[in-house]
């Protein structure tokens, strides 16, 4: 019997389980997928928004500016990639001017701080690359980058050192009620809590329906990507966007963290919460969008090309409430749903609080995530004592982007541990270089075969039906 089960293991699961992992309960974490940020968590365009965008007074402002004040520190913990790159908002016409001073205006009420309205020779002066034809621009000097991905891993990750479970390939068929706690079931497994929390992102209505609280939906938007060389990752310092539309805040322009450039997304509204692929009117799109935002981008330098999904609600707004005893829905966490993510995990705790949860702090409780070992980052000194304390550091497996031996088998062993290929990419970035892995993968699954004790040919890419090898030929 657990105090608490958290279904969904994305980036406001994980953060939910690490902020309660702070008291005296039992929790667990179940995942239907074979890791974690499986899902909307992974692919989505890591910033960490400034709050000027939402409509004052709701959730999404409220817990965006909340969020975004929280995530200097919570990046700081756990030793995840952050800067404070600052977002341009760019216009092209005095249309766009006037929607910028609205911007502007609903940033001042949503509590954003020392945003300025720029003209086009400031804007251009402060970020050289931006289209000449851009006449004006909001600027907040507040909006971030991070990896979504990272930070997701991280934050179970700590939790999980301070007592959480992780359960994968749950995925949740059943859910029953039986008076002072909840049957959570898949198949072949029942898990019993006292306390039940649905962060289930893009299946979240689907779990509200199995708990008797299925009062709204989650539609899926599509968004696709683009991805350029490292080479390219000064081509802009801040994240650049258009003026945003109804279907969102459009494509942006931005560098991530680990120093390529992300242009994207799309969005596109399906019924299919499992598509993926990309499409050549898709990324076509992208091209035509970030050309409009900034000058001479190299496209014969893009690496790869990606599709995310959204879980958008129906109701224009988070969803984060207790329809019934014991039970909190947090769905429909759409942009800004990564920025806001800190806030929302405080906002759950409170609601959980109010439900009758007794919160005892845990006194043995450390918040720090132990930085992972980034053999490419250090100094020759350092990587002389890596090697001399564990050779497998002198071992390059990832040429692409120069990661060891050693760093993998961290990635395994470290918690939440990588259990296949994209798990070792999310956690190490092996496979995400020039070669997309072309050149590591086969030794990457010698190591996972051997970590794991199971045979080659049984290592996937991401979990059950995504096998790589039929049989090894002896």
């Known amino acids: 019997m657990y105090d608490i089960a958290i279904i969904g293991g994305g980036v406001v699961g994980a953060l939910t389980a690490r902020r309660l992992s702070a008291y005296k309960l039992t929790i667990c974490v179940l995942e239907k997928e074979n890791d974690a940020a499986a899902g909307v968590s992974k692919a989505n365009s890591a910033i960490v928004h400034a709050g000027f965008d939402a409509e004052p007074g709701t959730l999404k402002a409220r817990l965006n500016v909340r969020g975004s004040q929280l995530f200097k520190e919570l990046a700081s913990e756990l030793n995840v990639k952050y800067r404070q790159n600052g977002s341009l908002v760019v216009g092209f016409n005095e249309s766009d001017r006037l929607a ?45 980058i991070t990896c979504p991905y990272e930070l997701t891993i991280a934050a179970l990750g700590n939790a ?43 299946y979240s209505d689907s779990v509200a329906a199995l708990a008797g609280a299925a009062d709204f939906k989650i539609h899926p938007r599509r968004g696709e990507y683009m991805l350029l060389d490292k080479a390219c990752g000064e081509i802009v310092s801040h994240t650049i966007f258009g003026v945003p539309q109804k279907s969102g805040k459009g494509v942006l322009v931005t560098p991530t963290v680990d ?18 692929s990309t499409t050549a009117e898709g990324l076509q799109k992208v091209r035509e969008s970030a050309s409009r935002l900034v000058k001479n981008i190299p496209f014969g330098k893009v690496i790869t090309s ?20 014991r039970f909190i829905n947090a769905a ?8 806001a993510s800190p806030a929302i995990a405080e906002y759950i705790e409170g609601l959980l609080k109010k439900q009758g949860l007794k919160l005892e702090k845990n006194p043995d409780f450390n918040p720090a995530r132990p930085s992972a070992h980034r053999f490419r980052e250090a100094s020759n000194e350092e990587k002389n004592w890596l090697i001399a304390k564990c050779p497998s ?24 541990g990588a259990r296949d290929l994209d798990g070792i990419k999310r956690r190490t970035r092996a496979q995400m270089g020039r070669c997309q892995g072309g050149f590591c993968t ?15 040919e049984e290592i996937t890419k991401s979990g059950e039906g995504s096998r790589l090898a039929a049989e090894v030929l002896k």
């Open 100 to 144: 910028l001073g609205e911007l502007y205006g609903r940033g001042i009420k949503n509590g954003v701080p020392g945003m300025e309205l720029l003209d086009g020779k400031e804007l251009r002066r402060r970020e050289p690359a931006v289209s000449e034809a851009a006449v004006c621009a909001l600027y907040a000097p507040s909006g971030a």
């Open 160 to 202: 999980m050192d301070n007592g959480a479970e992780f359960i994968r390939n749950f995925e949740v068929k059943r859910i029953c009620d039986a008076g002072e706690y909840f049957e959570i079931s898949s198949p072949g497994k029942t898990v019993k809590a006292r306390f039940l929390v649905n962060a289930a992102g893009l």
């Open 259 to 276: 120093g390529n450039i992300l242009l994207g997304p799309t969005s596109e509204e399906t019924d299919d919460k499992c598509d993926t």
């Open 306 to 325: 990606f599709c995310g999904i959204r879980a958008a609600g129906n109701t224009g707004d988070f969803i984060i409430n207790a329809p019934r005893r």
């Open 332 to 339: 429909g966490i759409e942009s800004p749903g990564l920025s």
């Open 393 to 416: 550091y002198g071992k390059i497996i990832c040429r692409c982007e120069g990661i060891s031996e050693g760093e993998i088998t961290d990635a395994i062993r470290t918690n939440p």
């Open 442 to 456: 086969p030794s990457i699954m010698e190591i996972l075969s051997r970590e794991l004790g199971i045979p080659y």
